[in-house]
């Protein structure tokens, strides 16, 4: 009897759990483009031409392998709309006993396929380092699930940058060598751009008419969409950026969106590459003399280490992780996040880079966008919504730990063990936004007082009894307690009125 194999649009490695439990010669794939996926958050244009393109050109690629595959265009008129629909439609006409399929990830869809009336045989996602078993065994008795420690337990199972069992270099973290401030220039001449073929330029027109009113510039787009232009990518960015990779991986420049960063996110989490393989290739690039260890173990770290440990924490956490608020947070995202006028330079530049890239590098998501949602009590279900939305790289399970957890501290510290919140200062050190800002970054009052300033004060004090007695943050406290009465007076009072501003829909 035939089954139906679910391969989504995040699971197009040719390995999946459900394609090889499954039998080509009498199971029958489906795949299908559907507006819930595409809208339940107004999803970036560039990220749903993106999977489409993909989606269907993994479909040709399952064929010529042999696959029988039931692809349902977005602009088919009998497309119910939801996964769970398609399956349900294919079912009946294939008279299919069952579905096979593997875990997505995003527990909304999980509990969609749970409820559908199909027996469903749910399988593990395997393409992680570490099981799901694993991160349990590691996790389980610890009061602190630090990701240093479990990065180097991926270092041990990979064995990737080892010398026996020592780290290579003697080192297992070169982190502290990863900070320096933005340079003058960059080198590399940025991720490789591909010119959309048939298949992506059909995909492009039917994004154009049913997604324009979303967040973000569908055109120019030029994301690889298939395996070999993503291992092309890779192979571009590991000759140019890699060297640098490691230096500047905290710096920012108003007009370098990508800096030596791979954006690599979009091409692993959709599945067109494999975690361990690239993380080989940057190994055997160091080896070859072709990038210097800081810069191989940074980048390593981000996937082994910290790619993994979000997954992790999403699968241990459970559904509910994604609505937590341990700050109780609840101002409203501001419109400046779609894009409306702002005069923070920093905001700006991160938002309209959003918009036109779908993509933001890590310190733009964490320090600057990140940073201010989490000063300004911005409510962390509508800053989640948000990310997930707009970048190409986000499904849940990787955007939620790193947006609840490691920047908005709202899952009360299991990822961080301190907010992520600094000044303007740190964007200052880090970047050359804040010379062409209307703000100034040395007020820290007035009428051009920078507003990472006045908010930095505004949260410590809201949440004074919370964090003061955390040895990370006693420094902090020990400033304010020093600064005279009427100056933290000001500070407060200017910090309430931008939040009361903001609130109104002010341009702030
Ligand atoms: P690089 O800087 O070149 O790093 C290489 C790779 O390392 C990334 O592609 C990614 O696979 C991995 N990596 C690095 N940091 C992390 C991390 N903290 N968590 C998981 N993987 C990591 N990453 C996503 O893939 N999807 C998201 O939706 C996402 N949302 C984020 C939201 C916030 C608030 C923050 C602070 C970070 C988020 N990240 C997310 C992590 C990180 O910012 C992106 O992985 C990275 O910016 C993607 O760009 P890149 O491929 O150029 O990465
Ligand atoms: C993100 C996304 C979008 C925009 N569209 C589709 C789609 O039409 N069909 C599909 O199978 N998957 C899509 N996806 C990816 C899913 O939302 C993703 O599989 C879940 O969020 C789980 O990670
Ligand atoms: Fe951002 Fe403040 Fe610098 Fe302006 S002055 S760019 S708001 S940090």
Redesign the pocket.
Known sequence: MTRLVLV????LSDGMAALKAADPDRDVVV????AE??GHVP?HPK??AF??AA?RKFAVRLRDAGWAVDYTRLDDPANTGT?AGELLRRAADRKATGVIATE???WR?RAALDDMPLKLHMLRDDRFIATATEFEAWAKDRKQLRMEYFYREMRRKTGLLMDGDQPAGGQWNYDHDNRKPAPDAVTFDGPLRFEPDAVTAEVLDLVEARFSNHFGQLRPFWFGTDRAQALEHLDHWIAGGLPGFGDYQDAMLADQPFMYHALIGLYLNAGLLGPLEVCQRVEEAWKAGQAPLNAAEGFIRQIIGWREYVRGIWYREGPDYTRRNALGHRNDLPDLFWGAPTDMRCMERAVTQTAENAYAHHIQRLMVTGNFALLAGIDPAQVQDWYLAVYADA???VEAPNVVGMSLFADGGIIASKPYVSSGNYIDRMSDYCGSCAYRVKDKTGPRACPFNLLYWHFLIRHRERFASNPRMGQMYATWDRMAEDRRATVLAEADAFLVRMQAGKRI
């Open positions: 989504l649009g995040d699971q795949m299908a483009e559907v996926e595409a999803h990220k749903i999977l489409f989606m996964i997505p990830g995003d869809l499904y849940e399970w």
